[in-house]
């Protein structure tokens, strides 16, 4: 967020308003929501709104405002729920906390947190909406990951299935793209996503950044990033995207597509052919070995993976060698080293040989096939945790919201 377009456009709004303070404000503001017997004002939706508006760079149109509004309002909903429900479970965020997360917005804005409280002030934005957002955050997050963090297990098939499939994924069309999303169930969602999403893209088109949009409005994980999912096969993407992928030419943007769980809208920055399946895979590996007596502690090495902390892991095994045998093509293998690694995904290692005296694995710390890099099991292991978890969270919420006694006034 670009704190300091907010505040000079934040300022002016309260110049216009003759200055009234955000306290003398919010008392002159009606009720915007009932949330289980907690009220959300008028006050705190207009400041939310104005803050998405100036953040995302859009222009504060009435249309514009109206889809704010109900954007700011679903999202204090949401925060209301959150800290409503993190009470039942005596999950306190202390003020230092909530502090810690200001100190790093002010830092990236060149101030400390004294500074940043008062430009807030001078610009008329809440300081208590401001923390209340954070500290509804911090709270759910930790939440999450109390509920469900030592629960999500990423198994070693999941991890090879993807390995497997990101390699056979290498030989098709490749695109590098952002998107937007706005989750949608009922028919009338789904006709005020689209309708939110054509002015999204219409103020896109005069010239408000798809990255600034996208962290602002989309609710799709990736928000975060401003909406960049990165370098993607074409069959990974919906089925309803992939058409309208197959068409978009480099820095075009999509109009609203329809998939059956809300609408999106895609950027295409980067497109490239798929790596010709024929060319020679690369693969990079390192040889663990110990006396046999301590075959055991091999094979729970070999068990584990990863190779990120190979040589300190090794360390602790009394014998234990640790030899790094390079990169190379497959082909250019011994048959006993390529038999012994083949169809090993990256981050894993190949069955315990006893050879003698000695017991030895091989790690296969990297790997290439047909010209597209495969992830090693530790970033595929990580990647696959955060989607459940934010699966997790949303499914959560959804439950929250279904459950919960929610009146709004229009």
Known sequence: MNWKQVFAAAAVASALAGGASPASAQMAEGVAAVVNDHVISTFDVRQRANLLITSAGLQSTPEMQQRARAQALRDLIDERLQILETATYEIAVTPQEIDSRLNDIARSNNTDLAGFTQQLAQAGISPTTLRTQIEADIAWNRLIAGLYGTRVRVSDVEVRETQERIAANATRPQYQISEIFLPAESDAEFNEMEQGALRLLQEMQ???????????????????????????????LAPELQPIADRLETGQVSLPVRTPTGVYIIAMRDRRAGADPGASSTISLRQVSAPTARQSAVERLQRRGGCSDLDSQVAGIEGGVVVDLGEARETDLSPAIRARVNGVAAGSASPVVVDGETANTIFVCGRQTGGGAVPAREEIESRLREQELALLSERYLRNLRREATIITRQ
Do not use: E, K, L, M
């Open 206 to 236: 005069r010239g408000a950044p798809f990255p600034a949009v996208a962290r602002q409005f989309s609710r799709a994980p990736s928000a975060v990033a401003g909406g960049d999912v990165g370098w993607i096969a074409s069959t990974d």
